[in-house]
């Protein structure tokens, strides 16, 4: 079946970039999403990224989409305190009725 | 403000008592959906909906009940209640119902659930 697969631990100092990875099986998806979540609460809508797209880049954040070794990664530039949590990687199943899979999340944890 | 609103926060029940946790959304999303979250396990879907009084089964619907009376409200019910059903629920819902847009799915705050 579907499989989403994320490490589950990352620790790294302030300032210092981290790159969370995700490997998955499905590749009908249209969207790939990262969400965030912050210890009790909710999951957040991070970013995305279409299908037909190599990288996307938003602010602090970069997304790499490798579609042929199905790999997706997450790089957070500069990483802060306030970005330690918990981050999911999340593939939409089309012929599932949209099911999200996610991988088991990775928590990172940035120290001062 | 657009969100996803699930009652209650916590809730510590007994095996067996019938309870219900609620959730709502105020976007007019069709598509909507419960998950419950289980350390090392992750995020699994229990039921999902595709629009008024259309629902189907995710990948652990055994013990829970859904409908979806209204579009805004699906309620999640646990008919009678286990331990192993002590988790972290939450629900979700997408203006898609397919899920897939840039917009993905908007997450309630999640209801902690304890069955003793």
């Known amino acids: 079946g579907e499989d989403v697969e994320q490490s589950l631990f990352l620790s790294v100092r302030e300032g210092d970039s981290s790159v969370i990875n995700c490997t998955y099986t499905d590749s009908s998806s249209t969207y790939l999403y990262w969400y965030k979540q912050e210890p009790g609460a909710g999951l957040q809508l991070l970013t995305y990224i279409f299908s037909n797209m190599d990288m996307k880049q938003d602010q602090r954040l970069t997304v790499l989409l490798n579609k042929k070794d199905k790999h997706l990664s997450l790089r957070i530039a500069d990483t802060q305190t306030g970005d330690s949590a918990i981050y999911f990687c999340a593939v939409p199943i089309y012929n599932q009725g949209g099911k999200l899979i996610f991988g088991q999340g990775t928590e990172l944890s940035v120290k001062p | 403000e657009a969100q996803v609103t699930q009652n209650p926060r916590y809730l510590i029940t007994v095996t067996g008592k019938k309870l219900t946790v609620t959730c709502s959304q105020n976007?007019?999303?069709?598509?909507m959906s419960w998950y419950r979250q289980d350390p090392g396990l992750g995020l699994r879907q229990i039921y999902y909906s595709m629009n008024v009084e259309v629902t189907d089964k995710g990948d652990v619907p055994e013990g829970y009940k859904v409908s979806r009376k209204e579009k805004r409200n699906f309620p999640l019910i646990l008919e009678s209640p286990s331990p192993n059903q002590t988790s972290l629920y939450f629900c979700?819902?997408?203006?898609?119902?397919?899920?897939?847009?840039?917009?993905?799915?908007?997450f309630g705050s999640g209801t902690r659930l304890t069955v003793v």
């Open positions: 979700a819902s997408s203006l898609s119902r397919t899920g897939q847009t840039n917009y993905g799915y908007t």
């Open positions: 976007m007019n999303h069709e598509y």
